[in-house]
């Protein structure tokens, strides 16, 4: 059952990021960053709530509110704003959710960030809830009278809540001030939530590039100056509106609440709540094979550090020795380790990384399979692509027919730089890596660190002695395979000029130039 649900998450996000690749291009898509967005939208929230706060009246809620809507130059949009902002912050939290489950990313050592980001998105529902209270116009109303039928239900409160809105006295300036705090508590539980959510994470992005942040946050801005959000008439108990505005992003649950008993609305908010929070529980997998956790041979460990540095998880940390050699030696926490594999590539004796895929492992594989068809091949037929198995299902096939040579890879961040050499060396013409969109991979800094090993000397660097022009990494996103093949056919072009110079300095130019009359100069 798990498996089918993650697979029906994976196939979702992938259908969004081909229509956002085809519209925007994989820079330019929000969804690879929906979580430090959702982040960066509680920044824009705290901003305009404490705008708002300064003038807001508890005494007077919905008049105060009022007079806020009906400022055009400042008012109007900014309370505009913290509403779309709200709506923003929980499709941003659901997609972030939703990205992780198709890609088996919320188990194990992330389980800590699950059940937080779970939290989250909860008491942002509720800080929504409470916000509309606020400005106690007829939807506020609304969903205080339903809030209320559920909490009369629970044994909790000597006094029925529904009584302060039985229209006989005036709703109490306490139920708004309870409101107010809760409203301003939440956001500070947040907080700590978010701390939880990214505490086991080394380099944590909180927010997305400036270009992407600020373009988002000024497509809210316009879209709530050209279409502020609906305020209704005050709430009164004894009057039922002709029209109550609704917002269902952030109160969904509001007909269910209304129509259904509640002790069934009670029972469905638990049971969801739970199968919830149990998912890290029921998806976990058995920490063997290609979960298994990284180990490191102290045998080959010279204490460089340099895995350290690259485990997007801090689940490698440098202990003393046992035996008697001075340096430090690397040691894997196999209860945070979640067998990304890059500390695989970033070992120059190759000691460290998951079972069956540290960087001597990666040259036995190769030695015994790919290098053998590399070189039965012609000369010009010999380009080879290392590819992310997180990729496009179908470039593989696309690739194959335009001439290259396809070796799967868990992640670009796994790849040792030793094999592209040994490619290199032993007959390849090129080698192509496809990887993955920086922000959506996998393994979280697997292209970051490929790149800055290949072309910016970070350990373990591919090494000056191969020819740059024969190695070219790519970006294959999905739903731009053409971009891909044209890539490998510039590539292959390039590779096929190389091969021609090549040939043109096999030439014996003293004997190319040899007179054919005697006497000839030596």
């Known amino acids: 059952m798990m498996r089918a649900l ?7 996000t992938r259908a969004l990021d081909v229509a956002m690749h085809r519209a925007y291009g994989w820079r330019w898509n929000p969804l690879h960053l ?17 705008y708002l706060l300064l003038f807001y009246r508890v005494g007077a809620p919905a008049a105060s509110v009022q007079r806020i809507a009906a400022d055009p130059w400042l008012g109007s949009w900014m309370r505009t704003l913290h509403r779309y902002a709200t709506d923003a912050f929980l499709i941003a939290a659901a997609l972030h959710a939703l990205r992780l489950l198709g890609q088996a990313r919320e188990w194990g050592p992330r389980t800590r960030a699950w059940l937080s980001g779970v939290f989250l998105f909860g008491v942002g529902l509720a800080c929504a809830w409470t ?14 009278v339903a809030g209320a039928r559920l909490f009369d239900a629970l044994p909790i409160l000597s006094e029925p809540v529904s009584r302060i809105f039985a229209g006989d006295r005036p709703v109490p300036d306490a139920f708004f001030f309870l409101n107010l705090f809760v409203h301003i508590a939440f956001p500070l539980a947040m907080g700590v939530g978010l701390w939880l959510h990214v505490s086991k994470v080394a380099r944590p992005v909180l927010a997305p590039p400036r270009a992407l942040k600020w ?48 002790w069934m609305v009670w029972t469905t908010v638990l049971v969801f709540t739970l199968a919830v929070l149990a998912v890290p529980f029921v998806g976990r997998r058995p920490r063997e094979g290609s979960w298994a956790p990284s180990w490191v041979d102290p045998r080959l460990c010279t204490g460089c550090d340099q895995c350290t540095q690259d485990c997007p998880w801090g689940a490698i940390q440098m202990v003393p020795r046992e035996d008697a050699r001075p340096t430090l030696v690397a040691l894997v926490n196999p209860t945070l380790c979640v067998s990304c594999g890059i500390c695989s590539g970033s070992c120059p004796p190759m000691g460290v990384g998951p079972p069956g895929r540290t960087g001597r492992d990666q040259l036995a594989e190769l030695r015994s399979d790919l290098l053998p068809r590399v070189q039965a091949l012609p000369r010009d037929g010999r380009v080879v692509v ?3 198995e997180q990729g496009s299902s179908a470039l593989p096939r696309k690739l194959e027919a335009a001439g290259a040579m396809i070796h799967p890879l ?11 050499e040994l490619l290199v ?18 393994g979280r800094e697997g292209p970051k660190w490929l790149e800055q090993r290949f072309y910016h000397d970070r350990e373990a660097e591919l090494q000056a002695r191969v020819d740059r022009a024969r190695v070219l990494v790519v970006t294959g996103a999905l739903g731009r395979d053409d971009e891909v093949l044209d890539e490998f056919g510039t590539f292959r072009r390039r590779l096929l000029a190389l091969q021609a110079l090549e040939a043109e300095a096999d030439v014996d130019l003293r004997e190319l130039c040899e007179p054919e009359t005697a006497g000839a100069l030596p």
């Open 6 to 12: 993650e697979s029906v998450a994976r196939r979702l």
């Open 34 to 50: 929906s979580g430090a967005l959702a982040a960066w939208l509680l920044v824009v929230l705290t901003v305009t709530g404490v």
């Open 131 to 144: 916000g509309f209270v606020m400005a106690w116009d007829s939807f506020g109303m609304r969903l205080a």
């Open 215 to 262: 373009r988002i946050t000024a497509a809210l801005f316009g879209l709530s100056v050209l279409l502020p959000a609906p305020l209704g008439p005050a709430g009164d108990p004894l009057s039922l509106p002709r029209e109550t505005p609704l917002a269902l992003t952030s109160t969904w649950w509001v007909p269910f609440a209304e129509g259904a008993a509640p």
């Open 386 to 388: 290392l590819r992310c």
């Open 410 to 420: 868990t992640c670009v961040g796994n790849l040792h730089s030793s094999v592209v």
């Open 425 to 442: 060396r032993q007959g390849a013409a090129g080698v192509m890596v496809v990887g993955c969109p920086p922000r959506d991979c996998v």
